[in-house]
């Protein structure tokens, strides 16, 4: 059994387009992540939502915008992509939020292609 | 600023010795530290995580944290080709509502047979 899954796992589409990344844990966890990996391999923070609230939301271009329809699930909207959002996105998940201890889980990645 | 500080390598060990990754941050209110590792086109897994000052063993890896000093190391021992990874240093610093972590930009570690 998958703990955080993500579909799809790869996707190729052209600038301007609108496209979704859909995230999935059945690990039970309360807080959920949306991680960003750049070319040179640089993972930073998105997104984190606990119990259906966004709770931090770092520099990120407002076309970008998570969608939580439970706490299972964190989707990624994307709107009007651009050449630079070409990346590898990592879903995670964790018990809660800013415990010491809490270990985050990373789901296998969606690798984003922007003709 | 939040910042973690890793040498990119890449760093070449001989399989049998010990291989040390370090870290170093920039955050004093950073509370505890997770060491992950990431084969090429795969997500990071966790290898250990560590929030007291001094040493953690686990089986062939050991975590070791000096907050004075502001930095974090990874020892392998016995290190296996199978070793051979990016190793990602990650600080979470808690308080007031969820954090995500903060990532240094990872070593490229290389184990020669």
């Known amino acids: 059994d998958t703990a955080v899954s993500q579909t799809p796992k790869y996707l190729v589409t052209q600038m301007g387009n609108d496209k979704s990344i859909k995230c999935e844990q059945n690990l039970g966890h309360d807080t959920m992540y949306w991680y960003k990996q750049d070319s040179k391999k640089f993972l930073k923070i998105m997104f984190s939502?606990?119990?259906?609230?966004?709770?931090i939301n770092e520099t990120v271009p407002n076309r970008f915008s998570p969608k939580s329809p439970d706490k299972a699930h964190l989707n990624l909207h994307i709107n009007s992509l651009e050449l630079g959002d070409s990346a590898v996105y990592f879903c995670?998940?964790?018990?809660?939020?800013?415990?010491?201890?809490?270990?985050?889980?990373f789901g296998p990645g969606t690798r984003l292609t922007v003709l | 600023q939040k910042e973690v500080e890793q040498n990119s390598g890449p760093l070449s060990v001989p399989e049998g010795a010990i291989a040390s990754l370090n870290c170093t941050y920039s955050d004093r209110g950073s509370q505890s530290f997770f060491w992950y590792r990431q084969y090429s086109g795969k997500s990071p897994e966790l290898i250990m995580f560590i929030y007291s000052n001094g040493d953690k063993e686990d089986g062939r890896f050991t975590a070791q944290l000096n907050k004075a000093s502001q930095y974090v190391s990874l020892l392998i021992r016995d290190s296996q080709p199978s070793d051979s990874a990016t190793y990602l240093c990650?600080?979470?610093?808690?308080?007031?509502?969820?954090?995500?972590?903060?990532f240094g930009k990872g070593t490229h570690l290389i184990i020669q047979p």
């Open positions: 995670a998940s964790s018990v809660t939020s800013g415990v010491s201890t809490d270990t985050q889980y």
């Open positions: 939502y606990n119990n259906k609230e966004l709770i």
């Open positions: 990650a600080a979470l610093i808690s308080g007031g509502g969820a954090d995500g972590l903060t």
